[in-house]
T-cell receptor, first 113, second 113 residues
Framework: DQQVKQNSPSLSVQEGRISILNCDYT??????FLWYKKYPAEGPTFLIS?????DKNEDGRFTVFLNKSAKHLSLHIVPSQPGDSAVYFC????????????FGTGTRLTVIP | DAGVTQSPTHLIKTRGQQVTLRCSPI?????VSWYQQVLGQGPQFIFQ???????GRGNFPDRFSARQFPNYSSELNVNALLLGDSALYLC????????????FGPGTRLTVT
């Protein structure tokens, strides 16, 4: 039962343009959401997060938007750079219990120079 | 500061054998989690330990076990290896419960033949 879904396996964007990565979740108990970036042969690297009490969080070129009613979040990267090319994972957590992370299947972003 | 370290980097085992994977968390972090990532999927939660106590367990068989030591390092053990156990095993650390962001190591690539 996949509680966090990333329906786009891949995305290609021109350098300098905006990249938008999407994520949907099914469990209304999730109260914290995170984005991780993963390069080959490395572990996931934490990128940005958002609490369920907010609808937007911004950090430099990265902005995460949360729409709780739609159970949807998105990551915007502006402007996109070739070094952003990686697999991006959306993850969700809840305060109760171990607050372990539930991950989506990832979206491979390719930024074309 | 050193990040999360894992050993070994790669491992090849035969079906039925046993394997032990090791993880050292970021200095000051007391919580360690283990995840399994098979090709094409996001990481799946296996265990979380805090202060040497198990705080959570994912949907994995009893062949999987773990422990945490007084210095907060951790071991993941898998007995009676199956071909399906071939995966990247990721260790993540966080300061403690309630800290949502987890920081991952580079992983151990396990191949079962």
């Amino acid at each position: 039962d996949q509680q966090v879904k990333q329906n786009s396996p891949s995305l290609s964007v021109q350098e300098g343009r905006i990249s938008i990565l999407n994520c949907d979740y099914t469990n209304s108990m999730f109260d914290y959401f995170l984005w991780y970036k993963k390069y080959p042969a490395e572990g996931p690297t934490f990128l940005i997060s958002i609490s369920s009490i907010k609808d937007k969080n911004e950090d430099g070129r990265f902005t995460v938007f949360l729409n709780k009613s739609a159970k949807h979040l998105s990551l915007h990267i502006v402007p996109s750079q070739p070094g952003d090319s990686a697999v991006y994972f959306c993850a969700a957590s809840r305060m109760a219990g171990a607050n372990n992370l539930f991950f989506g299947t990832g979206t491979r972003l390719t930024v074309i120079p | 500061d050193a990040g999360v370290t894992q050993s070994p980097t790669h491992l090849i085992k035969t079906r039925g054998q046993q394997v032990t994977l090791r993880c050292s968390p970021i200095s000051g972090h007391k919580s360690v989690s283990w995840y399994q990532q098979v090709l094409g999927q996001g990481p799946q939660f296996i265990f979380q330990y805090y202060e040497k106590e198990e705080r959570g367990r994912g949907n994995f068989p009893d062949r999987f076990s773990a422990r945490q030591f007084p210095n907060y390092s951790s071991e993941l053990n898998v007995n009676a290896l199956l071909l399906g156990d071939s995966a990247l095993y990721l260790c993540a650390s966080s300061p403690g419960p309630g800290q949502y962001e987890q920081y991952f190591g580079p992983g151990t690539r396990l191949t079962v033949t």
